[in-house]
């Protein structure tokens, strides 16, 4: 009974984090906010610059949603709850697309994934599914099946408007989204010019309000959004820090997310490189798959009606 229990929490919170890993590397990412970089200017908005923090904003959008592909590796830190890094190749210009390697550093939930027999695993981004390779101990529990099959459309089944949102921004996450965050949020200033890894660009930042970003940036129903900001205000999530980073060709090599949740202190960093990397990412054998929806049911937790 604990390794059932075990197991299903396991199938959720594969779900959660290997969305997290694709968002942490197209829409945040963790660490310090700039606390590694090489500072030459604080200017702020007010910076002589020739270009306003929104024009230059906009530029970056357009340049990297064109790119269509990039190499990303993350770090995300949740509290007590989760500590992960992921790293890959990911792309979005027919669909997301990719493959990342997630690996679950500390808190709890990479306790729940040793009992699943590993704390790193391969995620495979298609545009209508993503899919986890789980170890050999998870594999004798599944008919010796190592992967599961994630369709977008049954992640509304992981907790009603979070669900739907999670389905939302995984159809829909591209690395430009971060910086759509900062367009719709108001509130943007320009820091100033530091050095990331090496790379002349250029820092901004602002504050955003969760719930209202969900408003602006999904296809959600009222009622959808409703239940989202009450699991939100539930959960303590209500503001985030978000700053990014773009170099002299308007492309995002960088972004931070932070933000305070009744789990403690959450945190996103993402590094973004070698923009137009080829992507070719595979399907994995159907014999090998197991359906997370078909697993949830068969152990009692299936999808809600």
């Known amino acids: 009974m604990k390794g059932m229990k075990a197991r299903r929490a396991g199938l959720s919170i594969v ?4 969305l997290t890993g694709v968002t942490a590397c197209s829409s945040g990412g963790s660490g310090r906010s700039g606390a590694d970089e090489e500072s030459s ?3 702020g908005e007010g910076a002589d610059t020739g270009v306003s923090p929104i024009a230059a904003l906009r530029t970056a959008e357009k340049s990297t949603d064109g790119a269509d592909s990039a190499k990303v590796e993350s770090t995300t ?3 007590s709850v989760m500590a992960m890094t992921a790293d890959g190749s ?3 210009g027919d669909g997301l697309t990719g493959t990342l390697t997630i690996t679950y550093t500390g808190g709890t939930i990479a306790d729940t994934m040793r009992q699943m027999g590993t704390t790193s695993m391969e995620a495979r981004y ?8 789980m170890g050999d101990a998870f594999a004798e529990q599944t008919g010796g099946k190592h992967w599961i099959k994630y369709p977008y459309a049954a992640l509304e089944t992981l907790g009603g408007g979070s669900g739907a949102y999670l389905k939302d921004q995984m159809e829909n996450s591209t690395p430009n989204q971060s ?11 320009r820091v100033g010019e530091e050095k990331v890894r090496g790379e002349r660009t250029t820092h ?5 309000e969760v719930a209202d970003l969900a408003t602006r940036n999904s296809s959600l129903s009222e009622s959808q959004l409703a239940d989202l900001r009450k699991q ?3 959960a303590g999530v209500t503001t985030q820090t978000v700053d990014i980073w773009v170099d002299d060709e308007n492309l995002l090599v960088k972004k931070v997310e932070k933000g305070q949740s009744a789990n403690g202190v959450y945190s996103q960093t993402a590094y973004y490189s070698d923009y137009g990397t080829p992507v070719d990412t595979e399907v994995p054998p159907a014999a090998d798959t197991a359906d997370f929806s078909e697993l949830l049911q068969q152990q009692g937790a299936g999808p809600r009606s």
């Open 232 to 234: 939100l205000e539930q």
């Open 90 to 92: 990911l792309g979005w």
């Open 15 to 18: 779900a959660v984090t290997l």
């Open 77 to 79: 830190t949740m509290g």
């Open 179 to 189: 910086v759509k965050l900062l367009l719709a949020s108001g509130d943007v200033r």
């Open 41 to 43: 200017s604080a200017s």
């Open 126 to 133: 298609l545009p209508d599914a993503y899919y986890a390779r």
């Open 204 to 208: 901004y930042s602002g504050t955003v």
